[in-house]
């Protein structure tokens, strides 16, 4: 079954920039959307944005002039960055798989699986 | 302050029964399907219903989900200490054109 696997550096400096890696293995990133969320400390979930392979992304609006989000077929790994951090980007941050089909009723949209998640803090 | 409201702790008796509400707008979840997440302390959240009231292969039938209007409800049956965790319902929002999910509601099996 499809598990992914964030990597990145666990400290920040803020205005600087914020970059993940997010593997993917048992499956191929050129097969689904894949979604990064984020979750302050003690606080809830924020959906980023989410990217199909063929460069098709959508970000949150309030992250947009921030963030990017690339994937990389030849490593079937995904990235994020985020640029001009602060102290409220500090949080534990999680791809997963975006599964999303649109009805005649509405979108669905949910996330399966997801990585275990990796804690980047802003701080100087 | 989330899209979505949801209360923020809710509490029941082993072997009883709980509901944890989502209320939104027609701009997500009147609009389009919800989606349910367990998460326990320390750990990724893990998917219980999607497409309202649907379950993925290997969640209890005791967790059911149903939605009116646009509010949705998550619905759990039989409660053991097992299922105290936080819970959040999703969706995606119209009007953002982003994905949208409640604050969390911590569950409390006494």
């Known amino acids: 079954q499809v598990q992914l696997q964030e990597s990145g550096p666990g400290l920040v400096k803020p205005s600087e920039t914020l970059s993940l890696t997010c593997t993917v293995s048992?499956?191929?990133?050129?097969?689904?959307?894949w979604s990064w969320i984020r979750q302050p400390p003690g606080k809830g979930l924020e959906w980023i944005g989410d990217?199909?392979?063929?460069?098709?992304?959508n970000y949150n609006p309030s992250l947009k002039s921030r963030v990017t989000l690339s994937v990389d077929t030849s490593k079937n790994q995904l990235s994020l960055r985020l640029t001009s951090v602060t102290a409220t980007d500090t949080a534990v941050y999680y791809c997963?798989?975006?599964?999303?089909?649109?009805?005649?009723?509405?979108?669905?949209?949910?996330?399966?699986?997801w990585g275990q998640g990796t804690l980047v803090t802003v701080s100087s | 302050q989330s899209v979505l409201t949801q209360p923020p702790s809710v509490s029941a008796a082993p072997g009883q029964k709980v509901t944890i509400s989502c209320s939104g707008t027609?701009?997500?979840?009147?609009?389009?399907?919800v989606t349910w997440y367990q998460q326990f302390p320390g750990t990724a959240p893990r998917l219980l219903i999607y497409?309202?009231?649907k379950r993925p292969s290997g969640i209890p039938d005791r967790f059911s989900g149903s939605k009116s209007g646009t509010s949705a409800t998550l619905g759990i049956t039989g409660l053991q200490t097992g299922d105290e965790a936080d819970y959040y319902c999703?969706?995606?929002?119209?009007?953002?054109?982003?994905?949208?999910f409640g604050g969390g509601t911590r569950l409390t099996v006494l």
């Open positions: 497409d309202n009231n």
């Open positions: 990217i199909y392979h063929r460069g098709i992304t």
């Open positions: 997963a798989r975006d599964l999303q089909a649109e009805y005649s009723s509405g979108w669905s949209i949910y996330f399966a699986p």
């Open positions: 999703g969706t995606w929002d119209n009007s953002l054109r982003a994905g949208v």
């Open positions: 027609s701009s997500n979840i009147g609009n389009n399907y």
């Open positions: 048992g499956g191929s990133v050129t097969s689904d959307y």
